[in-house]
């Protein structure tokens, strides 16, 4: 019974956001884009989880809220993490014929390219990563890693945001991701530094498409191997770093 109740937590916040991301594809105008939805839809979900875990938290809310702070004092590891992440995980995608060489970024080329520069900003590096770690890590990680260790944990919620992104790309390069993701939570801040190598990655991939299919480096196979090996080594280095780090006690928002 336990079990199933620690379940049901962990999935009911992904069901929700589901739920919003149905409602505002009904409700928001048909002029929106495909990614101008998904921020509309972010935003909600976030906003809700938010005031829902202020009333359920009273005043520890927000000094949990401040203590995210502490992700800022990792940024020297998690931002180079989220960079090589971003181009190992695309290359290895190209490499393996899983990926074209134009989509450089999850995997969703169509939606970025359509979409203004500012859109893909705001919406792309901030709005859904803060949401999609609100849900995963927050909520997700830092519930299960209480019961089942960590490494369990990471395990379950990478899957989990694997299978959240429906597509085969896009749920690889998230399952690898969310594992990466919840290190940075456990070890380096909680839900702030996990927001920020996500937001670092997701502005990788926004970059790296604005050549589009321009870029002929990424047709070159020597220059694909060769990028996707030094982001790797430069990956696994801040990996090292960051599971060698004692950690932060991790105060979390909405548990």
């Not at 993490?81 to 181009?87: L, R, Y």
């Not at 490494?151 to 990478?158: P, R």
């Not at 670092?200 to 047709?219: D, F, H, I, P, R």
Request: with cysteine.
């Amino acid at each position: 019974m336990r079990g199933w109740k620690l379940g049901w937590k962990v999935l009911w916040p992904v069901l929700w956001y589901l739920g919003v991301m149905g409602a505002a594809a009904l409700l928001c105008p048909r002029r929106f884009s495909v990614l101008e939805v998904a921020g509309v839809a972010a935003g909600a979900a976030a906003v809700t989880l938010l005031l829902g875990g202020r009333l359920y938290r009273g005043r520890d809310f927000w000094e949990n809220l401040r203590s995210g702070g502490k992700a800022l004092g990792y940024g020297w590891l998690l931002i180079p993490a989220g960079i090589a992440v971003c181009i190992m995980l695309n290359g290895l995608l190209i490499l393996l014929g899983l990926e074209s060489t134009s989509g450089m970024y999850d995997g969703r080329a169509e939606m970025i390219y359509a979409s203004r520069m500012w859109e893909q900003l705001l919406i792309s590096c901030v709005l859904i990563p803060f949401a999609e770690e609100l849900v995963f890590r927050e909520l997700g990680f830092g519930r299960l890693r209480k019961e089942c260790g960590p490494a369990l944990a990471a395990g379950i919620t990478a899957v989990l945001f694997g299978i959240y992104h429906l597509q085969l790309v896009q749920g690889l390069y998230a399952v690898c991701l969310g594992l990466l993701l919840a290190a940075a939570y456990e070890k380096c801040g909680g839900l702030g530094a996990a927001f920020l190598v996500h937001a670092v990655s997701n502005l990788t991939a926004v970059v790296l498409s604005l050549e589009g299919e321009k870029s002929w480096l990424w047709g070159k196979s020597l220059f694909v191997v060769s990028a996707t090996l030094i982001s790797g080594l430069i990956l696994i280095l801040c990996v090292r770093k960051m599971l060698k780090t004692e950690g932060t006690e991790t105060k979390t928002l909405l548990q």
